[in-house]
């Protein structure tokens, strides 16, 4: 019997380069339209980007406002509560003062002089407490000096 022939239809090449031929023409293909597609490709990956940087600042712009009229609302309510606490203290200063009179039984009167004696405490540990934080705040803005690498 004889050998089967390597042609394709009586041509001269056989079916491996008629499939080589067909899958260069497709390789060829997809690479020419990865060519010609590249470039807009690239304006609508740019595009893209320039969309999602423009809504994160948008977004930032947005929090920023926010945090902004929060912290006036925040400014503006400790406003408030500062000045009801001042009168509630001159309220108090005001009550002792009026109470300081020797002709008071013994009882209330050592209640009034316990009552300021806390009540200078608590002004030290405010003056301490303030003074801290303004340390912390000094010490937050100064540039830490930069130490040298030991030799």
Sequence with gaps: ????????????????????????????????AWVKLRPR?????????????????????????????????HEATMSIMRHRLTNSDQCIEALLLVLDDDDLPPKVKRAVNAIKAMRDRQRSEEALEKATIQAAAIARAEPTPKQEPAA
Excluded at 59 to 68: P, S
């Design 1 to 32: 019997m004889p050998a089967p022939s390597p042609d394709v239809a009586g041509l001269p090449f056989g079916w491996g380069a008629v499939f080589g031929f067909l899958n260069l023409l497709g390789i060829g293909g997809i690479l020419t």
């Design 41 to 73: 490709m690239r304006e609508l990956e740019k595009a893209a980007e320039e969309k999602l940087r423009d809504d994160l600042i948008a977004r930032v712009e947005r929090l920023e406002r926010r945090l902004e009229e929060e912290r006036t609302q």
